[in-house]
């Protein structure tokens, strides 16, 4: 790591100005994992750290807040991983955070990393992470992993790059209709899907923010008492592993037909990949071992594997049944 | 016991390492107090931040309060290791993987690879050296020994830690114990000793 300037701001405008003064090499911190990462990686090597952990403002305490908000529920930036697989608030309903925060990384990993860094974490792809490559994303003129390893890659979605999207939680919270709350010059509050940047939009960024821009927290819109959701990953490790493939449901079940649901794939495209094509073949119709087959053919069935990663497909395919089994509490078949 | 058993193999060796700089060094060079690449440190930062050089740091190491001047750069780990010489952590991965650095930081489990050293001011730090009391070892590493609990050893002091963070817990399981250690990376494989051992401590400790 190159040396550094610490910065330990107490309110948002004096953490921004901070970030303002020096765009170019003042980064904002909050757990420090994947920044840590990259700096130690030669990727990164800002002049100066900006410290949001230390905010004592109104917007410090809404990046520390987990709890109910309104009539839906809010988690702020800061709140570690650790904490949202500890928080029983959840319930049925919203147990796809639960089980994503409780599945990233490793119980110290989760201890220090939060939210907001899950969310706007750099690809772990590992031509993106060599300090030697310049891929695509580092300003050269190719996405190394076309022709090159790509076991990892996205299978859905890419092109020109073809990262998959790093954040587990971002897929949970995909599913769960969440917003965050974007404070920079102005507030402001989108949804979720609207964070995230495909390649073709930009494929040298993954996140809509601005400098200066910080994610304050995330919000959770009312959940009915027949919603119920979940989370599952593959990971060739069970522990401290990367998933393959990753699957989030959620639904509103009312005597076994399926309204409001929602459907996204993680770890295979650039984005959180949201299947509209299975959220219309489950849509309005009782849960079904055969249905929900159908669903996850036709989540899959726009895939262009690479040349090493089409194993992903059927390991995808796979998964969704399984989360979809459970959460509808269809026993699976066999 | 002997004066020999004075020798320590870490002692012996740091002096061979010592002399061994000293002997390839121009006086006027000092020894590197990082593993990291000592290139030259940006211009001084404005006031109110901290670093880039060496900045005052102070938080609780095992009950004992330190007192150091350590750059922002510089992990917790290496500060630990390398200024404090407090090396009972260790580095092994350097990027969160394996859980060999493992701490306590205010009781929480954390990589301390991962972290900086000014991330702990005013924060307690608990490292394996903090788990014995007056030379006598803690109820969980006494419970390591009956059950065998390590091989090699490596992965032993940050294991210890992730297993200490739990003890304390009513009604420990299986379950919460290999969910525990899931960040701890123990090539030899000793993990079912392992969870005997944390869970007899448990009961020993209730």
Not at chain 1, 254 to 278: K, Y
Not at chain 1, 322 to 329: K, S
Request: charged share 20%; hydrophobic share 40%; aromatic share 4%.
């Amino acid at each position: 790591m190159r040396p550094f300037v610490i910065r330990r701001p107490k309110s948002l405008d004096e953490a921004q100005d901070a970030a303002r003064e020096r765009p170019q090499d003042g980064v904002l911190r909050a757990g420090g994992i994947d920044l840590i990462d990259r700096m130690k990686e030669g990727i990164d090597a800002p002049a100066e750290l900006v410290e949001l952990r230390g905010l004592a403002d109104e917007t410090g305490e809404l990046m520390r807040a987990l709890g109910p908000a309104g009539d839906g529920m809010q988690v702020g930036a800061l709140v570690t991983l650790a904490q949202l697989a500890a928080h029983e608030g959840f319930g049925a309903a919203r147990a796809a955070l639960r089980e994503a925060a409780g599945s990233a990384a490793t119980p110290t990993i989760r201890n220090a990393a939060t939210l907001g860094g899950n969310l706007l974490q750099r690809p772990r792809c590992w031509y993106f992470r060599h300090a030697d490559l310049v891929c695509l994303k580092k300003g050269g003129t190719a996405c190394l992993a076309v022709s090159g390893e790509n076991k990892f890659h996205a299978i859905l979605g890419g092109g020109p790059s073809f990262i998959v999207h790093p954040s587990t939680l971002a897929c949970a919270l995909t599913a769960l209709d969440a917003q965050v709350e974007v404070r920079g010059a102005e507030a402001r509050t989108i949804a979720i899907g609207e964070l995230f940047l495909t390649p073709k939009q930009d494929a040298r960024r993954e996140h809509t923010l601005e400098p200066g821009e910080v994610l304050v927290r995330a919000i959770l819109p009312k959940a009915g008492d027949d919603q119920r959701s979940g989370y599952a990953a593959v990971k060739e490790k069970q522990s401290h592993d990367w998933p393959m493939a990753e699957a989030a449901v959620k639904m509103s079940l009312q005597s076994g037909v399926m309204t409001d649901v929602r459907v996204v794939l993680g770890h295979v495209a650039p984005i959180p990949w949201r299947s509209r094509e299975a959220e219309a073949a489950l849509e309005g119709k009782p849960a079904s071992a055969a249905l929900f087959a159908e669903a996850a053919k036709a989540a899959l069935a726009e895939a262009r594997p690479l040349r090493d990663n089409a194993y992903k497909i059927p390991l995808a395919q796979g998964l969704l049944r399984e989360v979809l089994h459970r959460v509808a509490g269809v026993p699976l078949p066999e | 016991m002997s004066d020999r058993a004075r020798i320590t193999r870490r002692g012996l060796f740091r002096g061979i390492g010592t002399a061994g700089l000293l002997a390839g060094c121009k006086p006027s060079e000092r020894p590197p107090t990082t593993t990291e690449d000592g290139e030259q440190p940006p211009p001084a930062g404005s006031a109110g931040a901290l670093g880039p050089g060496p900045s005052p740091l102070e938080f609780t190491l095992n009950g004992q309060r330190q007192v150091a001047e350590v750059a922002p750069h510089v992990t917790l780990l290496a500060a630990l290791r390398e200024q404090l010489r407090v090396t009972g952590p260790k580095v092994v991965c350097d990027r969160g993987a394996c859980g060999a650095c493992t701490v306590l930081v205010d009781g929480v489990a954390r990589n301390s690879c991962m972290m900086l050293a000014h991330d702990v001011d005013g924060a307690a730090v608990t490292t394996v050296e903090g788990l014995s009391q007056g030379g006598k070892l803690s109820v969980l590493q006494e419970a390591f020994i009956r059950h065998d609990a390590l091989q090699c050893g490596f992965c032993t002091s940050g294991m210890l830690m992730s297993c200490q963070a739990l003890l304390g817990r009513t009604q420990l399981e299986r379950e919460d114990v290999e969910a525990a250690i899931a960040g701890n990376l123990c090539r030899c494989g000793t993990y079912p000793n392992v969870v005997a051992a944390v869970l007899d401590a448990a009961k020993g400790s209730a």
